[in-house]
């Protein structure tokens, strides 16, 4: 079963704030692995902003016994 987890709004902003700090800082010392991971955990941050939605729209739809 899939956890929810809450982010603040404030912590979410701060996180996306300084990401882009921390990625464009280290950028010149990173392995091509790291700078994909790296991206990655961009696109994350973005997801849980613009794609998740509100907590209050998620519906739980519990698997069947069955199968």
Known sequence: MSRLYKITDEDL???EKT???LSESLM?????SLRT???R???ILSDVRWH???AEQVQSIPAD???
């Open 13 to 15: 902003a701060e996180l």
């Open 37 to 39: 991971s790296l991206r």
């Open 28 to 32: 010149i010392h990173l392995t091509p």
């Open 65 to 67: 016994e069955d199968g």
């Open 52 to 54: 998740y939605g509100p």
């Open 19 to 21: 990401l882009p700090k």
């Open 41 to 43: 955990c961009k696109n």
